[in-house]
């Protein structure tokens, strides 16, 4: 990689995954800097010069959903004014992604919305991690690219495996709905025989942030389950899955999702969870930079630096993006096969 035709911009949002990418891939982070006016319109300078070069933003659109969007879509218009060859986004969490469809009358598709405003801002590529839905690749008209963390989870569900020493016919993959099926069988794909089938929580809506448990699909009595989602937003329906998880005979329970919000009283939910002994530990990754207020006890934090980094760099060399994932699935599959082994 000529490193002198690459930059890689962390705005706002999420800065410390930012460094962690540039540190793998041995690039200096480059500098924006970022302004407010009193009346709160933003301004994005680049400090260093882009003409004729790659670029890649790194900004997720959490909270503040509205600030982190108009900043990256400002900062793609001032790269572009000055002359960029191309202009990559990196979106490790897609705000607006829950709002793919109308679910009722007269409400808006603001994923689509949102699609359009990247697009029309004038970015070349897209590179966004777990969608809520993989439809809303088919909204941009550009390249996009949504990678899947099924790898990483599945290398962390397999860690607590072998870690804690657990019988693999006794592990099992919940999905905590039946959208989220596809998800917990691109997970099962590389745990293999290390888990022990799925079960599904089959629950409706009544309105959003509310989830009504209707039934369990699926034996999970004395079992320890990894409950597996693409976000935790105010933590209320994953825990009432939880516990019916629980009274259902479960022994132990693991909450792995890809995007920590954690909003409202997310956090005083799962500590209280955890102290009724519903959950035993939360796993999300750093898509979302996780303040220190919304941090507790139990929550674990992995990474997808090098997911990413790996991904920029096929992306940037012209490679195969598929062969990331096929590189570190032998790896995984040795790691199984050996413990199976040692368990028999």
Request: aromatic share 6%; hydrophobic share 40%.
């Amino acid at each position: 990689m000529d490193k002198s035709k690459i930059k890689i911009f962390g705005l706002s949002s999420n800065k410390p995954l930012t460094k962690k990418i540039c540190d793998l891939l041995g690039v200096s982070e480059s500098q924006a800097q970022t302004s407010k006016f009193l009346d709160g319109e933003m301004i994005v300078q680049s400090l260093d010069s882009v003409r004729g070069q790659e670029i890649y933003i790194i900004q997720s659109t959490n909270q503040p959903v509205n600030d982190n969007l108009m900043e990256l879509l400002i900062a793609v218009d001032a790269f572009k004014r000055a002359s960029a060859a191309r202009i990559n986004v990196v979106i490790p969490y897609f705000g607006y992604a829950r709002q793919d469809r109308k679910a009722k009358g007269r409400q808006p598709i603001t994923a689509r919305l949102v699609a359009n405003l990247i697009e029309k801002a004038g970015v070349n590529r897209v590179i966004t991690v777990d969608l809520h839905s993989t439809q809303i690749m088919g909204f941009f008209n550009i390249p996009t690219d949504n990678f899947s963390t099924a790898q990483t989870v599945a290398s962390e569900i397999i860690d607590t495996i072998i870690s804690e020493k657990m019988n693999p016919a006794d592990c099992i993959l919940v999905s905590p709905d039946h959208g989220g099926l596809t998800r917990v069988h691109g997970i099962e794909k590389y745990t293999g025989n290390i888990t022990n089938g799925i079960a599904v929580i089959a629950k409706r809506r009544p309105e959003p942030n509310k989830a009504e448990v209707e039934f369990i699909l699926g034996d999970i009595k004395g079992k320890t389950c990894f409950i597996i989602d693409d976000m935790i937003d105010t933590g209320g329906t994953i825990i009432k899955g939880a516990e019916a998880l629980k009274e259902q005979g479960a022994d132990k329970i693991y909450i792995i999702a890809c995007h920590g919000l954690f909003n409202g009283d997310a956090k005083q939910k799962m500590e209280n969870a955890m102290k009724d002994g519903i959950i035993k530990q939360v796993v999300i990754t750093d898509t979302i930079n996780i303040e220190e207020e919304k941090k507790f006890k139990g929550l674990k934090i992995i990474s997808v630096d090098q997911l990413l980094a790996n991904m920029i760099l096929s992306s940037y060399k012209k490679d195969s993006l598929t062969s990331v994932y096929d590189d570190l699935k032998e790896g995984i599959e040795k790691r199984i096969q050996k413990y199976l082994k040692d368990w028999e």
